[in-house]
């Protein structure tokens, strides 16, 4: 037997408002969220309200609303089209709805649903566009949490790419075969480069693609965002990285990036993991740029997804090269970076007053010969560091600094698989930095952050580094 869903009590529609008179009785809160709701219209609001509290005399002096500033008279009700009893007074409130029955207009109590003829829904706003969300009364937190969601997945700039549709609607109609070729010019224009081009505000380039679209050859294109995951966990994604991924076809990304986040593209996307890992490089830098090139020229909406954010120790730079070398369009999305999160994590101020003000993200892979580095001058000048990459090298980094006269007692924390559940934070000084080096168990991305500030951190949650042994030298023979 197939499923039958049980049927609406309330059907949804969208009612006609521009120019018409919506009236609300009641002074208080209820009053003023009806105002905010129906603001969102061009309905003309007549507000019905003797005793109106400030804030909705604010609302209604900045709304240009119409004021009825006497008790309600039946008279208020008079051409309006939409009614909504908002006193908290339930005898004002029946007298309302009995009076608004009387004269054959809908009319809505609020939290009296039994006295209803319509409900009002969650409403996500992209004008012309509108979503609303009904639950017949039954949940109204479960609305908002749903009304929630669906705004997160929607552009803000939807409403302004919708309006810029409706002047094409025409030319299309009459340029366009119907069927697949009108298919794909609206497919394109919703997500492709017209709908980046008002994204990034620029509603002229936006028109231009789009007339081109219409008139020349199919120019449809791919794309590639470069798309910033953060440090794992699944909610330091930004909402711009969550909805790219729900609009990929493809999702190319780095093994440091846990599954849980890539499952957040769309369940049909196909998914490549091209990760490297320290020592297992499954493909090669070229071989990753000449795929992305690659799929961009069969037209896909591809995201690379790549730890953290993607322009740091990302090899961002030689992807968007060869994106552009292609002429594949390419956009970035920043992420939280790890040593970001790593500073979360502890609690610890990446700058403080009168003691830092500088900082920088580094690796400790370039210490390996003579000259020292500009980066590690800067720390010797109170710069704070952060490391990546810096577990294997981490006495190369402490023992060089040393030398190059960065006090052996400068604060350092480290934090393994920083803002996720098996994070792990150490904490000591530049001299017990080297035993980090000999901590296999450290399976997890490890983020070093040396300095003055550290000081300033949390270390109730971590453990010192000091009780860590260390291969080779003695902590004295680092120290001296
Ligand atoms: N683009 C990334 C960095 C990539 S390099 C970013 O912006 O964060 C990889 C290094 O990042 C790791 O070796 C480690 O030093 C650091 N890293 C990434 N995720 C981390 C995490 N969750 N915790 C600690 N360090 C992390």
């Keep these: 037997m197939p499923h039958v869903p049980p049927k609406l009590n309330a059907f949804p529609v969208f009612m006609r408002v521009e120019g018409e008179t919506v009236v609300i009785v009641g002074d208080g809160d209820e009053a003023l969220a009806k105002a ?50 908002a006193s908290g007074d339930e005898p004002l409130d029946r007298r309302v709805v009995a009076d608004a029955r009387a004269l054959g207009i809908k009319v809505n109590a609020v939290d009296r649903p039994e006295l209803c003829d319509f409900f009002t829904p969650a409403l996500v706003n992209r004008a012309p566009v509108a979503v609303a969300i009904g639950t017949e009364g039954a949940g109204p937190v479960l609305a908002q949490m749903i009304r929630a969601r669906i705004d997160r997945m929607l552009s803000p700039s939807l409403g302004t790419l919708a309006s810029l549709a409706v002047t094409f609607r025409d030319a299309a109609e009459k340029l366009l075969a119907k069927g697949a070729p009108r298919r794909r010019f609206w497919r394109e224009f919703f997500e492709g480069a017209p709908a980046r081009a008002v994204a990034g505000g620029d509603v002229a380039g936006a028109h231009a693609v789009a007339s081109a679209m219409l008139t020349g050859p199919d120019t449809s294109t791919g794309h590639v965002a470069l798309v910033g995951a953060g440090p794992g966990a699944e909610d330091l994604l930004t909402l711009r990285a969550q909805r790219l991924l729900m609009e990929a076809d493809i999702i ?19 998914r490549i993991a091209v990760g490297k890992r320290k020592g297992c490089h499954s493909k090669s830098q070229s071989e990753i740029n000449a795929l992305l090139v690659a799929l961009g020229r069969e037209g896909r909406r591809v995201v690379r997804l790549k730890c953290g954010d993607p322009l740091v120790f990302g090899r961002a730079g030689e992807e968007m090269a060869a994106l552009r070398d292609a002429g594949v369009s390419c956009e970035v999305v920043p992420g939280v970076t790890a040593a970001f999160a790593a500073a979360a994590d502890f609690e610890l101020p990446l700058t403080l007053r009168g003691v830092t003000s500088s900082m920088m993200f580094t690796t400790g892979h370039d210490l390996k010969g003579g000259a020292l580095p500009d980066w590690a001058k800067l720390a010797i000048s109170g710069a704070t560091v952060a490391v990546y990459m810096g577990r294997s090298v981490a006495a190369d980094v402490a023992g060089r600094l040393i030398e190059a006269g960065l006090s052996p007692d400068t604060a350092v924390a480290v934090v393994e698989n920083a803002s996720l559940s098996g994070c792990r934070r150490f904490h000591g000084t530049l001299a017990d930095l080297p035993a980090l080096e000999d901590r296999h168990d450290l399976a997890g991305p490890v983020m070093t952050i040396i300095g003055d500030a550290v000081a300033g ?24």
């Design 252 to 270: 190319l990304h780095d093994a440091l990036v846990p599954d849980a986040v890539v499952a957040m593209g769309r369940r049909d996307a196909e």
């Design 457 to 480: 951190a949390n270390f109730s949650r971590s453990q010192a580094l000091a009780a860590l042994p260390v291969r080779g030298l003695t902590r004295n023979e680092v120290a001296a």
């Design 36 to 85: 905010r709701l129906l603001g969102q219209s061009s309905g003309r609001l007549r507000i019905v309200a003797p005793e109106a509290s400030a804030d909705l005399l604010g609302w209604i002096a900045a709304n240009a609303a119409v004021h009825v500033a006497r008790a309600y008279a039946r008279e208020d009700l008079n051409g309006a089209a939409l009614v909504f009893a």
